[in-house]
């Protein structure tokens, strides 16, 4: 089950968004009920688990694991309909503000960090791999032996403070690894040298301008869309201009 | 021109694997610039020119994180476009080429754009596929679920696949022009684009972590300890 949790947005679209993927990683369990794969159990179990559903898709073992127990259980199936419906705000507002705002991030910023410091190719991409990867598994394997071990009292596992508490303490730390590995990863990438010269000196002023003036911009103009237009400003200059 | 596009082949199987891991399968974040960039000038014989390609598409991609149902850039198929673009004549060289560096990055940005079409294209293309077979799931078909899973990575692959290809034809002979063309001095131009990329990827970081208390404070003073320590170092 947490091999096919890998997988659970390999359908993902806008009929049943998420529901297929959960169907599928719960199958494996359902082959338990009594008449075992095939039966009416079975099937009728099945059919519910393949229904709209959506949330973040690493917080998602959490209901695959308390889903499993659920239909094991043999819970009336309008009360797990019920708890399937109402899991899905929690873990997907959870799931985002621990890993796509918190983790994710961090996790670039420390291998901003190591390119920074001189890490090689080699270096910075496997460290970026392991360490995110080290809480992305863990997550997903707590995730699934949670919602297991506590079924429908899924709540005590949600409220665990290191799940509330986790992203503010991420954030943080991230926050100072940005401030210090962007000064370091801009001086490596535009080739080292010493910090006094008028290209660093330019990068060092003008960057910041830069970045205010996006955050101004805020809800306007993407930052990608900015630095694109840019760019093919300097293309412009370099080959027809200059 | 087919041995041309047999010559991509390694970089479409990359873009193709990469395009995948973004959503469906398995979300290790292989397919972040980073990583992308750097395996894809790796396959290019540039792994250093690819990881430098890679962090200023990662300060960019820090500012488009894939939040709940929305439609987002596709980074994975995107870095290989652009690690791939960006190392073309830096083989074996610590930097990349300034003017092919330049045209990966925009080829990356663009080729992020349209995946993130293709991704929602893709989705609509599964929800069609599954409409004829809501009554067999309804009815609680082991084979239409796993069918439906089957189909949604597979056609993710191809996806990816084929938006490396396009990228790639499009960009390669742009590229080819850019780095003869190209005046401006090496060192400028990467002043140039770090100015851009750093700042797309400061404020990234000023607006995700503004909901997190003393955050911003902490931003701020590593900025400065970090200021201190290159001038130091330098």
């Known amino acids: ?242 | 021109m087919l041995l041309f596009v047999l010559d991509f082949l390694p970089f479409v199987l990359l873009g193709a694997v990469l395009g995948l891991d973004v959503v469906s399968f398995p979300q290790a974040m292989i397919s972040r610039p980073i990583v992308a960039a750097t395996l894809a000038g790796a396959f290019a014989g540039a792994p250093a020119a690819g990881l430098v390609v890679g962090v200023a598409l990662e300060c960019v991609a820090l500012e488009t994180l894939p939040f709940g149902a929305s439609r987002y850039p596709e980074w994975g198929s995107a870095s290989v476009v652009g690690g791939v673009i960006g190392t073309r004549g830096a083989a074996d060289a610590l930097l990349p080429d300034p003017g092919a560096w330049v045209i990966g990055v925009m080829a990356a940005i663009a080729t992020a754009w349209l995946g993130g079409w293709t991704m929602v294209q893709h989705r609509r293309l599964i929800a069609y596929w599954a409409r004829p077979r809501l009554n067999s799931l309804a009815s609680g078909s082991m084979r239409t679920v796993v069918a439906l899973q089957v189909f949604g990575m597979t056609s993710d692959l191809v996806r990816g696949g084929v938006l490396t290809l396009v990228a790639l034809l499009v960009s390669w002979p742009i590229t080819t022009w850019a780095i003869d063309a190209w005046r401006l001095g090496a060192v400028e131009t990467r002043g140039a684009l770090i100015i851009g990329a750093a700042a797309v990827g400061a404020s990234a970081v000023w607006k995700v972590f503004h909901g997190f208390s003393v955050t911003r404070r902490l931003f701020v003073v590593g900025l400065a300890v970090g200021t201190m320590l290159v001038t130091f170092r330098g």
């Open chain 1, 1 to 242: 089950m947490l091999l096919r949790c890998l997988a659970i947005q390999g359908s993902w679209n806008y009929e049943i968004l998420g529901g297929n993927g959960i169907g599928f990683c719960v199958e494996p369990a359902l082959r338990a009920l009594p008449g075992g794969p095939g039966g009416e159990a079975y099937r009728k179990a099945l059919a519910r688990q393949c229904v709209y559903f959506n949330a973040h898709p690493y917080l998602a073992s959490l209901a695959v694991g308390a889903l499993a127990r659920a239909e094991l259980d043999q819970n009336p199936p309008e009360r797990i309909v019920r708890f399937r419906t109402a899991l899905c705000g929690p873990l997907g507002s959870l799931g985002d503000r621990l890993v796509w705002a918190a983790w994710l991030p961090a996790c670039s910023l420390v291998a901003l960090l190591l390119f920074g410091m001189g890490w090689s190719a080699l270096g910075v991409a496997g460290a970026f791999l392991v360490l995110y990867n080290t809480g992305h598994l863990a997550l997903r394997a707590w995730g699934l032996a949670a919602g297991w071990l506590h079924g429908m009292r899924l709540a005590s596992a949600l409220s665990a403070r290191w799940l509330q508490q986790g992203p503010q303490y991420i954030g943080r730390g991230a926050a100072l690894v940005a401030g210090i590995a962007l000064p370091f990863a801009s001086h490596r990438a535009i080739g080292g040298g010493p910090i006094l010269d008028p290209v660093p000196l330019a990068v060092a002023a003008l960057t910041p301008c830069l970045a205010m003036l996006l955050v101004r911009l805020h809800g306007k103009v993407e930052g990608w869309q900015l630095l694109f237009g840019l760019l093919a400003l300097l293309v412009l200059y370099s080959t027809v201009l200059h």
